[in-house]
């Protein structure tokens, strides 16, 4: 899973978010705690405020059942009971102001010992009558105010007689409150009924309520803190206010410095950023960031400058391909050393792009050399129209052709060869004459910049894709991997092409294999051809991997120079019997080589000793015919014969073998196959009987079997190849006769 990039200021308003939630949360969380400490403070008042009204109604009650009890032993009242004639005087003059009564005493009465009050007197709350089981303490309500009535016995000390009883009214509430409390509030105190008969002390209890004094401390401890968090909050809200923006600029300053001094290299792609002296950015890593920025920027503009030049130098001198005009393959190798000389210490990435046309061979066989010519011209107009400024496109031969990209990424390279593709695929090739799809190949290599990446190397990975480019199953354009270069073995490995490179340029490994060409007449071993093989490490490397490579560099020059080297030698060292001949394969570039007499000056002196066949390839003829008649006709002058190879491959051999100066004629394996299909023979031997009339002598190649090399005998051919006779060998067997095996009867 991928993240969108996030604009800096949504990424600073989510830090400030979450930083505020957290300041939140935690104010939040340290008020729930105050209030629990707060809750529990609380309860444990409530018990000690419990205790104390409970343990004040005790005492109170206590007081009033104690001065009841003084009363009852007063002597004044022990004289009321036995002498009661002035006991309404005594009621009201006495009973309430002596020493003994208190103001809570709202009442007090005497009574016989039946019960009867003394005296019943219209201003006194007590009643008239009492029973005997009334004594003691009874708590009533009225008008929520509680009272309590105490009866106690009044007994004659000397003779222990009963004399009658005393009653009092109490009120309770101001004894209870004179009370010292110290959490319950006695001015709170009160009741929670009007009215109510008779209660215990117990049952009294449960309608006596009160509150807690306040606790002052705690509660101002409270509200400070309550006050201290909201200022903390407001304080930090407002600071967060105020500096998010401060933060948020002074973060965000460094990043738009550098976004901002991107888009000014972009902008003036030739100025000169100077990496040190220019103006820092305030951050170190980012000024990391914009020096290395700078020098690669200067580093590829300096490049850029030098190809400028180059490239203006390159218009005035005649590194040019005479057909399309763009730059040939010997600038090719001056460009690319220039470049790697600027590149290689700057460490740029550099992008070889190879086009190759497909199937071009064919166009140029179907539609004609002149279609052909047409086709590479309009390409290589194609692609130049897509490379930008300072590329340059290069024919390197044949039809294909190369560009170099420096300082670009691998994702623009690849854009510049759809373009490019794309181009030719669109291109109406009809008006050329050319009634099929024209498409192209494209490989891509890319130069690491941590070795120096050789010119040879760097081609040969760009041939690889190429080559899969061209397969079905890959796409027409194709970057080179290391993958890719496994699925290639033998023909791309890297160590063949390096082997077959070396071979060409020292001759190291390069070796001849000779096979006999027989006389069918006399059995007689009269000529050798000599067939290339690089031999490396107990391995030999057939032709077949060899000339892709040659090909592919246009290397046949040189391995034809090395080849004509090997069989001086050879002839030299006596490997190959004298007066018997020996045949040269050249190829179609060196045949048309300007040089060529001259290199080949080299056999001359084997010319008394030796007979030498030359092996020509109609694909020479038909490409330079002008040329190739020129040197042909040299070479003949010179001592040496030439001999058509591979007759029958191509479709036109005939109309050039009328006038090619040819010696013999080799048909090819194919047509000797031909054999053994009984329709064909007649063609063959129309064929055969049309070549020897004109004069050329014939010889047939891929000779296996004992009855083609009948056959081909009265067919009229004068010589025959095959591994019949033997196969190409590195050392020349003594015995050349092969009389038996064409089965000679003498
Ligand atoms: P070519 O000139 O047509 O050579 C004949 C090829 O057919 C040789 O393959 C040979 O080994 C093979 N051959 C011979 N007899 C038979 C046979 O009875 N049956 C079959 N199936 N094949 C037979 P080789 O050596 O692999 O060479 C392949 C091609 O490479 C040659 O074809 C020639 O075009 C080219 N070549 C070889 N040596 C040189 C060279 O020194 N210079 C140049 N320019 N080209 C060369
Ligand atoms: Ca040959
Ligand atoms: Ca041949």
Known sequence: MRFRPIPLSLFTTFFVAVFLLLLFGLGRLTYLEIEKLNERFRNANQQLGDQEVASALTESLNIIDQKAVQLASWEEVIQQLLQPTYYTYWYRHRAKQNRFTSDYILDLALYDAEGNVLASIDTSLLPDHIQSDQLGLTIKISEYQPFVTVIKPVVNRQTNQLLGYISTLNQLMPIIESHHFSNADPATL?????????????????????????????????????????????????????????????????????????????????????????????????????????????????????????????????????????????????????????????????????????????????????????????????????????????????????????????????????????????????????????????????????????????????????????????????????????????????????????????????????????????????????????????????????????????????????????????????????????????????????????????????????????????????????????NLNKLRSMGFHIALDDFGSGYSSIRYLGTMPVDVVKFDITLTRLLDEPESNPILDHLAQMINESGHLLVAEGIETRSAATQLRQLGFRYGQGYYFGKPKAQIPAKQDYKHALNFSA
């Not at 496109?393 to 420096?406: C, V």
């Not at 669109?426 to 290599?445: Q, T």
């Not at 000793?609 to 003829?621: C, G, M, P, S, W």
């Open 190 to 630: 009160n009741i929670d009924i009007e009215q109510s008969g008779h209660l215990s002390s117990e049952q009294f209890k449960q309608h006596l309520h009160y509150r807690l004094i306040s606790m002052p401390y705690s509660q101002a401890i409270q509200s400070e803190l309550a006050d201290f968090l909201f200022r903390l909050a407001a304080i930090t809200a407002i600071l967060t206010l105020l500096i998010f923006p401060l933060a948020a600029w002074l973060v965000s300053r460094p990043i738009m410095a550098i976004t901002y001094h991107i888009n000014e290299l972009k902008q003036y792609p030739y100025k000169k950023f100077d990496p040190v002296k220019d103006a820092p950015l305030l951050i170190t890593e980012l000024d990391t960031i914009r020096q290395s920025l700078d020098s690669y920027h200067n580093q590829l503009n300096q490049v850029n400058t030098t190809l400028d030049e180059r490239n203006q130098q390159l218009q005035h001198l005649t590194q040019r391909d005479n057909l399309t005009g763009v730059l040939n393959r010997s600038a090719f190798d001056d460009y690319w050393n220039e470049i790697s000389q600027l590149t290689g210490s700057k460490k740029l990435q550099t992008f070889l792009m190879l086009f190759d046309i497909n199937h071009f061979k064919a166009l140029n066989d179907s539609y004609g050399h002149q279609a052909g010519d047409d086709v590479l011209i309009t390409i290589a107009q194609l692609i130049n129209s897509m490379l930008r400024g300072r590329e340059q496109l290069f024919r390197l031969g044949g039809d294909e052709f190369a560009t170099i990209l420096i300082g670009d990424n691998h994702r623009k390279a690849m854009q510049l060869a759809k373009q490019c593709h794309l181009a030719i695929s669109n291109y109406p090739f009809e008006k050329l004459g050319i009634l099929e799809p024209v498409r192209m190949s494209i490989g891509l290599a890319q130069s690491s910049t941590e070795d120096d990446s050789n010119l040879n190397t760097l081609l040969w990975q760009a041939d690889v894709a190429v080559h899969f480019a061209k397969r079905p199953g890959y796409s027409n354009i194709v970057s080179f991997s290391a993958e890719l270069a496994q699925h290639a073995q033998g023909l791309f490995s890297n160590r063949n092409q390096s082997v077959v490179f070396d071979a060409i340029d020292n001759g190291r490994g390069l070796v001849l294999f000779y096979q006999p060409i027989v006389n069918l007449e006399t059995g007689h071993a009269e000529y050798y051809e000599a067939l290339v093989r690089i031999s490396h490490e107990d391995q030999l490397i057939m032709p077949s991997h060899i000339f892709p490579l040659v090909e592919a560099r246009s290397l046949e020059l040189d391995l034809d120079r090395q080849v004509i080297r090997k069989i001086c030698a050879d002839l030299k060292a006596d490997k190959i019997p004298a007066g018997s001949g020996v045949s040269i394969n050249l190829s179609a570039p060196t045949i048309v080589d300007s040089d060529l007499t001259n290199w080949l000056e080299a056999l001359i002196p084997y010319t008394g000793q030796y007979k030498l066949l030359i092996e020509v390839t109609e694909t020479a003829l038909i490409t330079q015919l002008e040329t190739a008649r020129k």
